[in-house]
């Protein structure tokens, strides 16, 4: 693909790119080399982490690659590695928008409709699985906002989990605020095990629970490299939430997550890409909001075939 249009890029996030004198590159601090490599070859690989970030946003990202006598050239990276040098510096990203105080619910409510993909925790824990727990991109997730809105939710959606589970559901949540999110995984699939016991699989509050449990395991993955598992999870919570009819805003969600995690694996392991690609692409479809993101599976396929 080719980026034709620079101002169509939003103006976050913006990743910075340096070199060190002996070879070290960084992206936003995080070093992503060892020394001892050419400069360039060294921003090569630093554009190469900048390229999944991208298929995580599912988009081109800004970037700010800094030279080590202090020149700074702003640079578009595409999800394919197209790289566009802007001859204008990025725009100023707009201030943040204050957060009005919210009141914590006494007790855990539904799992709701939310924000898309992954990397840094949540501000605030889940007060309840909702179908809008998915993550920002493999970036991180947005903790599910109890004070959202939900009346385009339907009722059986947005409806709180039933009492008897509140209990089991204050774990999760403790857990996840603790930042043990391991633990929160298994809190969860617990609760998404009785549930789907009592009500069945595909009941709404199994679903949203499976939901979040996808969204803690996406805030993982790049700690666990478990690619391979993570596509599997998120592409069976896709499948599940279009079998059971959930709310189909979130349901994309997922899937802009699947695709992500999938993009990695397939930089990582070809051949196990190839084996959940067919999977990726149906959950895509034909949507145009999409078209790129098929492009990607297909253009990704061809360069693990041909390695």
């Known amino acids: 693909m080719t980026i034709t249009d620079p101002d169509t890029i939003p103006a976050t996030p913006i990743y910075t790119i340096t070199v060190s004198s002996n070879g070290v590159a960084a992206v936003n601090g995080e070093e992503v080399t060892e020394p001892g490599l050419d400069a360039n070859e060294a921003r090569v690989r630093a554009l190469a982490e900048v390229r999944i970030k991208a298929a995580f ?68 824990a889940p007060q309840h699985p909702a179908a809008g727990t998915q993550a920002r991109a493999v970036q991180q997730p947005a903790a599910p906002d109890a004070g959202r809105a939900t009346a385009a939710v339907p009722p059986e959606w947005a409806a709180p989990l039933p009492p008897q589970y ?15 999110l391991v633990e929160a995984i298994v809190a ?29 395991t996406v805030r993982r993955v790049e700690e666990t490299e478990e690619w391979a598992e993570t596509t599997e999870l998120l592409v069976q919570t896709a499948q599940r939430r279009r079998e059971a009819g959930a709310p189909e805003d979130e349901t994309q969600r997922v ?46 396929l061809e360069w693990g075939a041909a390695k």
Request: aromatic share 4%; glycine share 6%.
């Open 166 to 180: 509140a209990t089991a559901w204050a774990e999760v949540v403790e857990h996840e605020r603790a930042g043990r």
């Open 255 to 300: 899937i802009s997550n699947a695709h992500a995690a999938w993009v990695r694996l397939a930089l990582e392991d070809a051949e196990g890409a190839r084996e959940t690609a067919e999977s990726v692409l149906a959950l895509l479809g034909d949507r145009p909001e999409h078209k790129r993101r098929v492009e990607a599976v297909f253009r990704l």
């Open 188 to 216: 969860a699939a617990q609760v998404e095990a009785a549930l789907a016991g009592a009500f069945g699989p595909l009941a709404p509050p199994t679903v949203n629970v499976m939901t979040v449990r996808a969204t803690f």
């Open 57 to 124: 946003h599912g988009r081109p990202v800004r970037v700010l690659a800094k030279e080590a006598d202090g020149a700074a050239w702003p640079l578009i990276v595409d999800v394919n590695g197209d790289v566009v040098t802007l001859d204008r510096p990025h725009p100023t990203p707009p201030a943040p928008a204050a957060v009005p105080a919210q009141a914590s619910p006494a007790a855990p409510s539904s799992p709701a409709a939310g924000e898309p993909v992954v990397t840094r925790a949540p501000e605030e």
